[in-house]
């Protein structure tokens, strides 16, 4: 068993990342950032013209913090772009820096400077910064973003090829150039070579390409990334196919598979499967089902940890499914869910099965929690919590959107059971419901060797929604994902004007539902 006396993986939290607008206050940090990442050409600006930007155009100024640290900004400015013209340097487009050159009434965003803190490099901090200046310029309704980009590593091969050949060469991935190569994977086109673009830049030899982006929502409204309440969210299901694993690190990456798929399709969530890592349950040396979900425990803190990073690294929120969890040496079922700025909450599985209670000595947690995301707010249930209509009326008074269930289940009438209750959960609550499971077998695994699922969101039964209220589902007993577009706004209108209208229709003056534990 494991240490009655180990910390909730959750406890200690490596990341909490906050994307915002800079501000006067934060100077002393971009500083020292700046100091670090261009400490070979010269080092931060100065102050005068930091208060200059944010004065100027205060919301093309975007960072990312962690823990009130800055560790990522992006600078941009506004611009008639005929009035530059492609033939044009730094100093010229940005007056130098002081971003005299700003123009409310122009047609381009342009790029200012952008930087990352070398320690933070590898959780995709870049992407996210440059997510947030596209969006900006969609929201502005500008033609496109342009950027003077360096070519640090042209320098190794100056004596070798000129700058066209050079960016050519990174173009087909036979030189990796770390600034030019994350610009065109990020959808950034080279429309030519800019000389002493930056004189001062010399591992770049001076030279600069000259990046676009372009708008293709150009005349298109869109809500702000940085202050809109979204209208919709994308969510991805894991169908998980449970399979044996040699080790942690083999079934990560599978996990990591999904994640990275369903990031590239833009999700804004992605659910696993309640006890997704049950194949590391045959890592036991004892075959007594007791021993093997109490080792399974041991591997939580190094699982959550592992998600929590891909999390911030896709740029994805993840329900880490459910995972065993060791506290004062009473065994737990969690769900965590692992938000993209580094925070992790968690929501323990209140009603364990009689087989969980008496084959594995599990306990029920005592905490219902609504979790606020970055698209709209949510509930989480696992598997059988979802059979007790309490709970989700709880959530529902909190105004959750999007109701989360992780499953395991092994024959299709446990399945039933849940998937009838997640469909009344639906209607009785107005929101939408989604369940995700696994499937196959584990033979060398006692007592938890099949698995029956179908993965599936529902929705509410009204003329807005399908007309089966299955928004989506997968194939049964197949692995998969599933990936589905929620209009967050249908909701509302559906309480105020459905057909039947269970929440404003609930006779509060009869009856009510109350939570008596602790909050």
Not at 67 to 94: L, M
Not at 395 to 405: K, N, P, R, T
Request: charged letters at 25%; aromatic letters at 12%.
């Amino acid at each position: 068993m494991s240490d009655p006396k180990a910390p909730n993986p959750a406890s200690e939290q490596e990341y909490h990342l906050e994307l915002r607008h800079l501000t006067l206050a934060d100077f002393e940090g971009i500083k020292s950032l700046m100091d670090v990442v261009y400490r070979n050409i010269g080092g931060a600006f100065s102050k005068k013209r930091y208060q200059a930007q944010i004065n100027t155009f205060a919301d093309g100024q975007i960072c990312i913090e962690d823990k009130g640290r800055i560790v990522a900004a992006a600078f941009s400015v506004i611009v008639d772009y005929e009035k530059f013209g492609d033939k044009h340097t730094y100093e010229e487009i940005t007056g130098d820096a002081y971003l005299t050159t700003h123009d409310p009434k122009g047609d381009v965003l342009y790029g200012v400077d952008f930087f990352v803190d070398p320690e933070y490099r590898g959780l995709r901090l870049g992407r996210r910064l440059y997510e947030a200046r596209k969006e900006l310029c969609r929201n502005l309704n500008l033609k496109s973003i342009m950027a003077g980009g360096r070519i640090p590593n042209y320098s190794k091969y100056a004596d070798k090829m000129t700058p066209f050949e050079y960016i050519e060469q990174v173009k087909d991935k036979e030189i990796h150039d770390p600034t030019l190569s994350f610009q065109m994977n990020n959808g950034f086109e080279v429309k030519q070579v800019l000389k002493a673009y930056l004189p001062e830049d010399n591992p770049s030899m001076g030279f600069a390409t000259l990046l676009q982006w372009h708008n293709m929502y150009y005349d298109a409204e869109k809500p702000s990334l940085l202050h809109s309440k979204f209208s919709s969210a994308r969510i991805g299901l894991v169908q998980w196919q449970m399979r044996y694993f040699d080790s942690v690190d083999d079934m990560l990456q599978q996990v990591e598979y999904f994640v990275d798929a369903l990031s590239d399709y833009k999700c804004d969530l992605a659910v696993l499967p309640e006890f997704f890592n049950a194949p590391l349950m045959g890592l036991s040396e004892s075959e007594a089902p007791i021993d093997a979900i109490w080792h399974l425990a041991e591997y939580t803190s190094e699982i959550l940890s592992a998600i929590s990073e891909l999390a911030i690294s896709y740029n994805i929120n993840i329900i880490a499914g459910s995972l065993p969890v060791v506290e004062e040496n009473d065994l737990y079922n969690v769900a965590y869910l692992c938000h993209r700025d580094g925070r992790i909450d968690s929501q323990y599985k209140l009603h364990p099965t009689p087989y969980e209670k008496n084959g594995w000595l599990m306990k029920g947690g005592d905490k219902l929690t609504a979790f606020d995301t970055d698209f709209g707010k949510i509930g989480i249930l696992i598997c059988y919590d979802v059979e007790f209509p309490e709970l989700s009326r709880l959530l529902s008074e909190e105004e959750i959107q999007i109701l989360c269930v992780p499953f395991w289940t092994d024959t299709k009438n446990g399945y039933l059971r849940v998937r009838r209750c997640a469909q009344a959960r639906a209607i009785e609550n107005e929101c939408y419901v989604a369940i995700a499971g696994s499937v196959g077998n584990l033979p060398k695994v006692d007592n938890v060797d099949i698995q029956y699922g179908q993965t599936a969101v529902f929705s509410p039964s009204d003329f807005a929604f399908p007309h089966d209220a299955i928004v989506s589902e997968t194939t049964p007993n197949t692995e998969m994902m599933l990936i589905v577009d929620l209009d967050l706004d249908k909701l509302e209108k559906l309480q105020n004007e459905g057909s039947v209208r269970n929440y404003l229709d609930k006779r509060r003056d009869l009856y009510r539902v109350q939570w008596i534990g602790e909050k």
